[in-house]
Nanobody, 117 residues
Framework: QVRLVESGGGLVQAGGSLRLSCATSGLTFSDYAMGWFRRAPGKEREFVAAINWSGLSITYADSVKGRFTISRDNTKDTAYLQMNSLKPEDTAVYYC??????????WGQGTQVTVSS
């Protein structure tokens, strides 16, 4: 059974930092690209960042570029999202997802990030 479990969310003041983790099991982690998405209250889910299997190809949404860093550790089957200079508009539930051949096949349950002004 494939599982993706996010952790590291919480409440932080504007300008602060959080590091999200996405621990996976039940899949060959290095076969998958990994992505982070978020859903803010009343809004559609949106793409945040993605990293390919090797970590050498990374993309970011314009809204987080320069503030967020996606990474992965294939020895720990875990992906990360370092979030710096957080803004109130970053408040959302953050989800990680595993991508195989262009399709996000598996999703985590999400972790809440709340940024106070």
């Amino acid at each position: 059974q494939v599982r993706l479990v996010e952790s590291g969310g919480g409440l932080v003041q504007a300008g602060g930092s959080l590091r999200l983790s996405c621990a996976t099991s039940g899949l060959t982690f290095s076969d998958y690209a990994m992505g982070w998405f978020r859903r803010a209250p009343g809004k559609e889910r949106e793409f945040v960042a993605a990293i390919n299997w090797s970590g050498l190809s990374i993309t970011y949404a314009d809204s987080v570029k320069g503030r967020f860093t996606i990474s992965r550790d294939n020895t720990k089957d875990t992906a990360y999202l370092q979030m710096n200079s957080l803004k109130p508009e970053d408040t959302a539930v953050y989800y990680c997802a595993a991508n195989f051949l262009g399709e996000y096949k598996y999703w985590g349950q999400g972790t809440q990030v709340t940024v106070s002004s």
